[in-house]
């Protein structure tokens, strides 16, 4: 018989970290972090990670597991969650895997394809002919060794550009073909999906933009300043592809103020939140709920109650 664990999926700012902490104050819970920034150490203001006596009260798995040189792949991140998952279930508890890391989710309930692992130097080496050449140019590469990855992604997306022509080059393989043979998901895990949707958008907006404003208050941008002296860490890193911390970067590499920094911040994680809004209304079987509703703990619980107890 399957056992049963919940995704508790949505939006940055949304309120997915506090609404974890209280179901695990009604269900016997452990949360599993599904948020490809939050596994980095000293990235803890731009993450909105919670802070020490949180993590105390409520651990959260999957939270400062890798350093920020470290690259850290959905299919890490698969085999990380079944690894936890099944020590949780062996305590007699539920998983509740709580995050915004979409692909993450994707990976862990379709399954993933078993990729190459990251290649630190080729991609270096990538990104700088991407330099000379500029993102579209390395499109038209892929393109010509990959048009069904092509086709998926645009000529301005450099991390999937990158990625697609890292498998490529250290395979000899193109992506599409090792999606195409995607490994199976487990059979055994019964997923309950809740999805987090605040309405109208204006008010994430709103959050957003207060959440921001209360990072860069709190010293987001001295966080930036002190990851930028570790090395081996550049701008190109993937850890440094978190929304804010580009931009912050580029604000303290001289190349713009730190007004436009922030400006570029906070329309990136607009952007973001709309990307997983959209992969959200494409789930199907999910809970939706809006976390400012006065009852909505209420009612998340109720649904899962049907299910879990």
């Known amino acids: 018989m399957p056992q049963t664990a919940i995704l508790l999926m949505g939006p940055t700012a949304s309120g997915k970290t506090e609404l974890a902490i209280s179901l695990c104050k009604r269900f016997p819970c452990d949360v599993i972090s599904v948020d490809s920034a939050l596994v980095y150490r000293g990235m803890d203001i731009g993450t909105a990670k919670p802070d020490a006596e949180t993590l105390?009260?409520?651990?959260h798995r999957l939270v400062d597991i890798r350093?920020?040189?470290?690259?850290?792949s959905a299919g890490e991140f698969v085999?990380?969650?079944?690894?936890?998952?099944?020590e949780i279930?062996?305590?007699?508890?539920?998983?509740?895997?709580?995050?915004?890391?979409m692909m993450y989710f994707r990976a862990l309930t379709a399954g993933i394809a078993e990729l190459p692992a990251a290649d630190d130097e080729l991609r270096r080496a990538?990104?700088?002919?991407?330099?000379?050449?500029g993102w579209p140019a390395m499109h038209e590469d892929l393109q010509a060794v990959d048009p069904g990855a092509a086709q998926r992604i645009k000529?301005?997306?450099r991390q999937r550009i990158q990625r697609a022509l890292e498998v490529y080059r250290a395979s000899g393989r193109p992506l599409s073909e090792w999606q195409r043979d995607s490994a199976p998901m487990r059979d055994d895990i019964l997923y309950l999906k809740i999805g987090l949707n605040i309405e109208p958008r204006s008010i994430l907006h709103e959050r957003i933009a207060k959440r921001l404003n209360l990072m860069v208050d709190g010293g987001f941008v001295e966080e930036v300043a002190r990851l930028r002296e570790r090395a081996g860490l550049t701008a190109a890193s993937p850890a440094m592809r978190s929304v804010g911390y580009r931009q912050f970067w580029e604000y303290l590499d001289g190349r713009c103020s730190l007004?436009?920094?922030?400006?570029?911040?906070?329309?990136?994680?607009?952007?973001l939140a709309k990307r997983q809004i959209t992969w959200l209304r494409s789930e199907t079987e999910v809970f939706l709920a809006n976390p400012l509703e006065a009852d909505a703990i209420g009612a998340i619980s109720r649904f899962l109650a049907k299910s879990v107890c």
């Open 259 to 271: 007004e436009e920094a922030r400006n570029k911040a906070l329309y990136a994680t607009r952007q």
């Open 67 to 72: 350093d920020p040189e470290d690259s850290y």
């Open 56 to 59: 105390a009260r409520t651990p």
């Open 126 to 133: 990538i990104d700088t002919e991407a330099a000379e050449r």
């Open 155 to 157: 000529p301005n997306d």
């Open 79 to 86: 085999r990380d969650a079944y690894r936890e998952m099944d």
């Open 89 to 101: 279930f062996a305590a007699g508890r539920i998983p509740l895997l709580a995050g915004g890391t």
